[in-house]
């Protein structure tokens, strides 16, 4: 049986949908756990640099020779954004003042800084706040430093790390999108982790054969993540992440990965034997907004193709890559309405839902969200208590 909406959701769920302040505390919170930035295909070349979201915190990532680094995008002098576009190339220079950051975020050249500042530019001590980074496969995750010692990425994927990495390697340029909801981000990733819905917002696409027939597909947990597998066989996580990570996997069926707090990764049946990845990650704005950013690329698997669909893939690949987005644009626009309908009510949620046994996973991510802001709340805690002996109260 699965959970029900009592068990797996806080009383007060729906706090942060409506409440600017439950909201912020929410993503202060989520800024110490690994979350999704960026791919390393926009990182390639030394000085290579990209501009993300973390918990609503502007950052950047850039590259340094073999190594990337992670700063918060606001200058340590005036606090003026430093990188101002999405992505591009060059030394880490603000445009307020020309403050000049090394490699480690230390400001190496001011101007004029004797002179203003009676010192010179290292001498000041003034840096960039920096942020963690880590890859898996071309993914790049980060998140802010915490006092104490936390898991790795590698650990905080568990069983998905292998799997992720593969899904997330693409043979050809991939197509992206991005679209803006009029939602909080978590109803976003509850309707991504609802089978139930289907037929009545998607009947011509993935509700056009009736409902899902929950004894024929599973529902599997790793760590605070979840998976959705078309498949009824026992122990098909633990062999699909082995095959993953030996190099012998092939795609076969969908299959959809729920990582924590706002990643989505999916192999998925795009035509006949031919398969793509989809990677879409929620990014939260303000209480009632969010941007879907969105990436398909074929997938990078053999498959079972008969010998004349081996000899064409090289051709039909590119007409599949235009066509898809407009599928995916096409369901996604209609999750997305459902979305921000219920945004319109959500100051009229005063319980949990009912979780049918299709919602399961919805379930499973209110249990892992819980315990990830409690984490967060901890690290605050530790951080206050370290500069004025006083912990912060939560809100959850």
Known sequence: MPLRGDSAFAPDWART??????FAHEQRCLSYAWTF??????????????????????????????????????CAHRFFPLRTKDKGNGPIVCGFHHWRYDHDGAAIGIPKCQENFGTVSRALGSRLNPIEIATCGTLVFGRFPAPVKRESLAEFLGPGFPIVAALS????????????????????LHVSLDDYHTVA??????????HVRREDISYVRFGLHSAFLNTSTPDALAEMSAACADGSFRATQYCIFQILPNLIVALF??????????VQQS???????????????????????AWPARLIRPLSDPIRNRLLPHYVRRVGREDNEACERLQAVAHQIERPPYLAALEERIGWFEQSYRLLVATGEDVLGSSRERTDGRSEAGIF
């Open 17 to 22: 949908l409506v409440d600017p302040q439950a």
């Open 37 to 74: 930035l960026g791919f390393t295909d926009d990182v390639e070349k030394d000085g290579d640099w990209f501009r993300a979201s973390l918990a609503t915190r502007s950052v950047f990532v850039q590259r340094f020779g073999a190594a990337l680094k992670g700063f918060e995008n606001v």
């Open 169 to 188: 390697r693409s043979r050809s340029t991939p197509r992206t999108l991005s679209m803006p909801v009029a939602a909080n981000w978590r109803l976003n």
């Open 201 to 210: 917002l998607h009947p011509t696409t993935f509700g056009k054969s009736g």
């Open 269 to 278: 049946r795009s035509d006949g034997a031919f398969f793509h990845c989809y």
């Open 283 to 305: 990014v939260p704005v303000a209480h009632d907004r969010s941007v879907q950013r969105i990436r398909v690329h074929p997938a990078p698997f053999q498959a079972d193709h």
